[in-house]
Structures are given as structure tokens and as C-alpha cells.
């Protein structure tokens, strides 16, 4: 990767390699299919793959499993393709920082198994000109014939996501214990398949087409639990926090698919603001 020119291709055989990859120039990574070439970071707590201030990059064909982070994002890096990648047993399998700009994020043909998170964005926010201005940014990002299982806390997790689409996607068995014991008084609480919760910014459209989420969402039998929630932060009586900087989200599509075995909540819309007040 260090030696490859930019816009080159690394081409990966098959076997399993234990190290940390680090992308920061445009580059495509590509495997001998995804249960032929496995990479894994060096220990549990690293990130296998980081993309750090890289567009153009493109990572197929390949297994990313055990580690903290499967695929960690940061700085400016747009145009991130993921296509026909394998996670497994990554504690997050897809993951930005508050700070991180990575829009026309694009995971297709792509599976997601076990872990505590499928894949979350971070959001932040800094005062400029007294003005609150969002530090992260994840538009018009696709998620296209995506299968996720078994995710203890959340398939998805979003919360920058403009012109967000999940397409053709699955989701079995997300969020059925809840948040883990490290989140301390979340512990067990607030597990879902999708959860998106929007911070800081205002946002266009959230789509979902023929999405299917199945047997998820029970959170430990919390109160919390849901299978599908959506939710902007920041309307009156909310955290000052968030207060600061409340989100607006214009529209949310829903198009087929189905949510089928809950035993909370399918589908929970809360604390939902288009600007303004609305």
C-alpha cells in the first residue's frame, strides 16, 4: 500500500493477514473473494483498515474480521467504495469520527456478521462566527444488497446521513442485547436494527427501499427497544447538547420491504424537527 501509486491497484491473495492497513492516497484494495483473503488488525482494539483524508478509494473482494474497527474512516475521504466485503466479528464493522467528511460512501454486495455495531457516523460541531457549523458529513451514501446479523447493539447507526439510501438491504438478529456494559447507565438499553439519530445539521432525506429487518431490536426486553427509529436531536426540552445545534430532517420515504418480529416497537419516529420549530 505505502509503495503503490496513487490511483493503483494492491492486489491481496488469499490467506489471512494480521495487520493494520492504512489508505492515505486514492487506491483500490482488492482480495481474492471475500472467504479467501482475511484481514485482521494485530490486536482486537486496532482497525484493520484505515482511510485516513483518501478519496477515491475502493476496497473488494476481502473479509475484514476481529477487530475493533473493520473499516475506520477519518479526515476528508470522499468516494469510499466498499463492494463485495465480508465483515465479521468486528466490534464496529464500519466507522467515521465526529470530524470525518465521507460523502458518496458507497457499500455494495457487501455482508456484516456479529460484532456490537454494522456501521456508524459520528457527528460534531464547532462555532464559527458564532454560528454552530456540523464537523462530519456522510451524503448521499447507498447501501445497496447489504446483509447484516447479529449485531448485539445496532445494525446502523447514523447520525450524519444526508440523501442517506439503504437499498435491497437485510438485517436479522441487530440489537437484541442493547448497549454494552461499558455504556454504564445505556447498558442493555436502546438496541435496534436501524437507529438513525440526527445531530447538528440539517438533513434532506432519509430512503429506505426494500429493507427487511427481521427478529431485532429487543434490546434485552428494555423499554428502549425498537426495531426502527428515526429522530432528529436538538428540538426544545432536549439536551443542551444538542439544543445548541438542533438537526432538521426534511423527509424520510419509506418503500417496501417489511419489519417483522419485534417485540417492541417496529417502527419508532421520535423527536422529529424540519426546521424551524416544525
Do not use: C, W
Request: hydrophobic residues 35%.
Amino acid at each position: 500500500v505505502n509503495i503503490a501509486a496513487a490511483g493503483g491497484t494492491v492486489n491481496v491473495g488469499a490467506g489471512t493477514f494480521n495487520e493494520s492497513v492504512n489508505i492515505a492516497k486514492a487506491l483500490t484494495l482488492d482480495g481474492a473473494g471475500m472467504e479467501e483473503t482475511i484481514l485482521r488488525a494485530p490486536t482486537a482494539s486496532g482497525s484493520a483498515v484505515t482511510i485516513t483524508g483518501a478519496s477515491d478509494v475502493t476496497i473488494s473482494d476481502l473479509a475484514i474480521a476481529d477487530s475493533d474497527n473493520g473499516l475506520l474512516i477519518n479526515g476528508t475521504s470522499n468516494n469510499v467504495t466498499v463492494n463485495r466485503v465480508a465483515f465479521n466479528n468486528n466490534r464496529s464493522g464500519m466507522s467515521t469520527g465526529t470530524a470525518t467528511r465521507a460523502d458518496n460512501f458507497r457499500m455494495l454486495n457487501s455482508t456484516i456478521t456479529g460484532g456490537q455495531i454494522g456501521v456508524q457516523t459520528y457527528n460534531g460541531y464547532q462555532m464559527v462566527g458564532g454560528v454552530p457549523v456540523a464537523t462530519g458529513s456522510f451524503a448521499n451514501a447507498l447501501f445497496e444488497n447489504v446483509t447484516i446479523d447479529g449485531p448485539t447493539y445496532k445494525g446502523f447507526y447514523f447520525e450524519t446521513a444526508n440523501n442517506l439510501t439503504l437499498k435491497d438491504v437485510t438485517i436479522t438478529n441487530a440489537g437484541n442485547y442493547g448497549a454494552p456494559i461499558t455504556s454504564e447507565d445505556q447498558h442493555m438499553k436502546y438496541g435496534s436494527a436501524i437507529d438513525v439519530n440526527l445531530k447538528y445539521d440539517d438533513f434532506n432525506a432519509v430512503t429506505l427501499q426494500n429493507v427487511v429487518v427481521k427478529n431485532s431490536g429487543h434490546s434485552s426486553g428494555n423499554d428502549t427497544r425498537a426495531a426502527v427509529v428515526i429522530k432528529t436531536r436538538g428540538i426544545p426540552g432536549d439536551s443542551s447538547t444538542y439544543t445548541a445545534a438542533p438537526a432538521s430532517l426534511q423527509s424520510v420515504n419509506i418503500i417496501g420491504g417489511s419489519i417483522e418480529g419485534s417485540t417492541g416497537a417496529g417502527l419508532r419516529m421520535e423527536t422529529l424537527s424540519n426546521g424551524s420549530g416544525g
